[in-house]
Nanobody
């Protein structure tokens, strides 16, 4: 499995922006579909976005469409999440995840990075 380490979380005011990074190691990064998910206290884990191995295809959860952008740099073994127009309901621990295309679930996870949006 690939090892994942997230960074870039913090505290922002409503309407602000943050960029999260997830650095991968241990395997060939470009072999993996990458995703961001988030989990808020007392709520189920929520899909945020994913990106194909080459970056040519992305998808987003309804709550972040038009505000968040996922991207990847395979030369740097890193996936990013650009978050704009942040809302208090975006407050959560953001988790980076990876899976091989032939597997239907994410089986590598980072430890998460906290994002807090104040009103």
């Amino acid at each position: 499995q690939v090892q994942l380490v997230e960074s870039g979380g913090g505290v922002m005011q409503t309407g602000g922006s943050l960029r999260l990074s997830c650095a991968a190691s241990g395997r060939t990064f470009s072999d993996y579909v990458m995703a961001w998910l988030r989990q808020a206290p007392g709520k189920e884990r929520e899909f945020v976005a994913d990106i194909s191995r080459t970056g040519g295809r992305t998808s987003y959860g309804d709550s972040v469409k038009g505000r968040f952008t996922i991207s990847r740099d395979n030369a740097k073994n890193t996936v990013y999440l650009q978050m704009n127009s942040l809302k208090p309901e975006d407050t959560a621990v953001y988790l980076c995840a990876a899976r091989m295309p032939t597997i239907g679930y994410y089986n590598s996870w980072g430890q998460g990075t906290q994002v807090t949006v104040s009103s």
